[in-house]
């Protein structure tokens, strides 16, 4: 079992910045390919960003490229996902989310993942 605990969501302006963490309890983490979706209000929960296991691949949404970077510290059991030049349209419940496979890959679909986190609330103003 891998429990997820996402911080550092809250109130910002456009333009802002923000950095979302993902604490995950569990000494398997480093084997857990992981992802961040958000989910707007009225909308699907949909992925921002996904990493690999080693951090070596990476993958990002056609509307947060060149403004998000997901990270992870396999050390401290963390990712991360920093959130530059925020719009109004980033607001939104952001989850991280853990794949247990232990496939070396990245995944797309919230079906391809085990384990959620309670999710933390974004509000961009404009």
């Known amino acids: 079992q891998v429990q997820l605990v996402e911080s550092g969501g809250g109130l910002v302006q456009a333009g802002g910045s923000l950095r979302l963490s993902c604490a995950a309890s569990g000494r398997t983490f480093s084997s857990y390919a992981m992802g961040w979706f958000r989910q707007a209000p009225g909308k699907e929960r949909a992925i921002v960003a996904a990493i690999s296991w080693s951090g070596d691949s990476t993958y990002y949404a056609d509307s947060v490229k060149g403004r998000f970077t997901i990270s992870r510290d396999n050390a401290k059991n963390t990712a991360y996902l920093l959130m530059n030049s925020l719009k109004p349209e980033d607001t939104g419940v952001y989850y991280c989310?853990?794949?247990?496979?232990?496939?070396?890959?990245?995944?797309?679909?919230?079906?391809?993942?085990?384990?959620w986190g309670q999710g933390t609330q974004v509000t961009v103003s404009s």
């Open positions: 989310a853990a794949n247990s496979d232990r496939v070396s890959g990245l995944y797309y679909f919230k079906s391809r993942y085990d384990y």
